[in-house]
Structure formats: structure tokens, C-alpha cells
């Protein structure tokens, strides 16, 4: 209990230190002085600032980084496997693809990304889960790298290799996308928590849940739709940011242990973090210009897998 307290205390304390570093730091540096002169009315150019492009940025990046490791836990609740997150298993490049075809022969309609990017995760989920695949914790990974890579070059084949995700990024982004994505992700955020037992009760075998009444195919089935709504939602707005969903959750297992009532609001926490860290040192290293957080991401997700699945072996990777 010791330690699961002090882990909260840590990741609200880095946070709150990052939110003023994320609001001090850019192509023009503030101190606290000014910062606090600005909300005071004192320095409208800096509030200017701060209001249009620092600040709805951050939200941004909190909020979405909440969704992506809550994704990733309940991923890997329903498939039973550490390495389960949608980002690499073909959900969101899914997403992208059907919202690039979705926006050449549809007409322009309210929540339209949303929309397409969550029938392209039910589509990816739906060519990826089946019994085999959830008991086969590599070839699940296998088939979801596999889907993963199918979409993305369906996408380059329909943009003849341009990049179309380059639109979809924090680099500025609007109060309108950021007021969606707090309003969506926020409902998202508070029905996984109201489901966390259901992500629980997944820790025992399938034959013995529906012994004693548990209706497992609707626990699952439920569960993989809040994934998709999720991680969908964060890709209409940011595109797809991989490897949040496998690195927080199985770093939280470690701080606050197995139970995913716990697991769940450490992760949103600690994913709202690291995504607000890891885009505040890609738009500061290089200098007028920025790296993208989906580039920095798949720098330090790709070591972390190699390490969990090496240290795991063939059966130490299921989750519990």
C-alpha cells in the first residue's frame, strides 16, 4: 500500500512539474515570473501564447495518453498477454486508413474521423480475434504486426507514399479537436474505470467464469469495443502514437501490482504523463523545427518490447 501510494505521489508531483516546464519551454522561453504575469492579465502577448498554443497542446497530449495506456491495459486483460496493444496490433493504422478513404468518397459530415477511425478498429479487431490467436500470445503478435503493416501500405499505396498522418499531430493543434478529444476521451476514461472489475475477472479461465454464471463473450466483447473507441479517438485527432499501451501498464503492474482497479487510474495518470514528456522534448530538441511524439515513442517502445518479450520467455508475457 506504501508503495502504491508513493508511486501516485510521484507521477502527480512529475506532472505538475511538466505542465509549467510544457508552458515555460518553446521557441521562446518564459519564466515563472512571466507565466504568472500572464495569468494575471499583465502580459497578454505571452497569455496569447500560451492560450492558442501551449496550453490546448498540453491537454492534448495528456488526455491521449491517458487513452492510449487504459487501451493498452484493457488490451491486455481481454487477450491475456503483456505484449496486447492496439497500436501494434493493425487498430489504429486501421483507423487511418479508413478515415484516408472514408474522406476521398464521403461528403463531409460531424464526426466523421471519429466515426471512420472506430469502424476501421472494429474491422482490424475483428480479422484479429479469434480463439486461436487470443491463446497464442506470439501469433497474436505476429498477425497484429501483419495487419499493422497491411494498412499502412494501403495507405502509402492510396497517397502514392505521401504521408497523410503528417496532418494528423500535436503541432498545432486546435481548442476545438482538443475541447472533442477532453469531452470523448473523458467519458472514455470514466467507463474503463467503472468496467475495471470486468478487466479482473478475465484473470481466471474462460470455463470456469461460465461455471459460476460470468458471461464472458459479452465481458470481452465489451471491454475490445472501449478499446477501439479509445484508441480510435486519439487517432482522429493525433494519429497513431504506438508502444504507450504496452510501456505503462506493465511498468504500473510493477508499482501498484495486478489488480486492474488499480492498474487502470495508474496508467491513465502515468500515460497522461509520459506522452505530455515525450512530446515537450520532441518539440524542443531540434529547434525551430520538433520530432514527432509518435517518432520518439516507437525509439523507446521498440527496446522496451524487445525486453519484455527476451526476459519473458515463451509463457512469462501473459497478462495477470
Known amino acids: 500500500m506504501l ?19 510544457a508552458l515555460m519551454l518553446g521557441t ?28 490546448p497542446r498540453i491537454l492534448a497530449a495528456m488526455v491521449a495518453g491517458g487513452m492510449l495506456a487504459t487501451a493498452g491495459a484493457i488490451s491486455q486483460a481481454v487477450f491475456r ?12 493504422s486501421a483507423g487511418e486508413f479508413l478515415m484516408l478513404v472514408g474522406g476521398m468518397v464521403l461528403p463531409v459530415f460531424g464526426f466523421q474521423k471519429q466515426l471512420l477511425a472506430l469502424i476501421g478498429g472494429l474491422l482490424a479487431f475483428a480479422l484479429l480475434a479469434n480463439r486461436k490467436t487470443m491463446r497464442q500470445p ?37 481548442w476545438s479537436a ?16 467503472l468496467m475495471a472489475p470486468w478487466a479482473n475477472d478475465l484473470k481466471l479461465p474462460d470455463e470456469q467464469l461460465s461455471s459460476i454464471g460470468i458471461p464472458v463473450t459479452a465481458i470481452r466483447l465489451g471491454l475490445l469495443a472501449l478499446v477501439v473507441y479509445l484508441s480510435a479517438d486519439v487517432t482522429s485527432v493525433v494519429g497513431t502514437i504506438a508502444f504507450i499501451g504496452i510501456i505503462v501498464p506493465n511498468v504500473a503492474r510493477y508499482f501498484v501490482g495486478h489488480d486492474y482497479q488499480t492498474i487502470l487510474p495508474f496508467s491513465m495518470l502515468s500515460g497522461a504523463w509520459l506522452l505530455l514528456v515525450v512530446d515537450t522534448i520532441g518539440r524542443l530538441v531540434v529547434l525551430p523545427s520538433e520530432i514527432s511524439a509518435a517518432t520518439i515513442m516507437a525509439v523507446l517502445g521498440g527496446p522496451f518490447l524487445i525486453v519484455l518479450v527476451q526476459r519473458g520467455g515463451a509463457h512469462g508475457i501473459k497478462a495477470g
Open 3 to 21: 508503495k502504491e501510494r508513493l508511486a501516485y505521489a510521484i507521477v502527480c508531483g512529475a506532472m505538475v512539474i511538466t505542465i509549467i516546464l
Open 28 to 55: 521562446q522561453f518564459y519564466s515563472l515570473p512571466q507565466l504568472w504575469q500572464a495569468l494575471m492579465g499583465q502580459r497578454p502577448a505571452i497569455l496569447a501564447t500560451i492560450m492558442t498554443f501551449r496550453l
Open 138 to 174: 506470439y501469433q497474436l503478435i505476429i498477425v497484429g504486426v501483419a495487419l499493422n503493416f497491411t494498412f499502412m501500405a494501403l495507405t502509402q499505396l492510396f497517397t502514392k507514399n505521401i504521408d497523410v498522418s503528417s496532418s494528423l499531430s500535436f503541432n498545432g493543434i486546435t
Open 178 to 193: 482538443v475541447t472533442t478529444l477532453l469531452i470523448t476521451g473523458i467519458l472514455g476514461l470514466v467507463v474503463a474505470l
Open 81 to 92: 498477454n503483456r505484449l496486447a496493444d492496439p497500436t501494434i496490433l493493425g487498430v489504429t
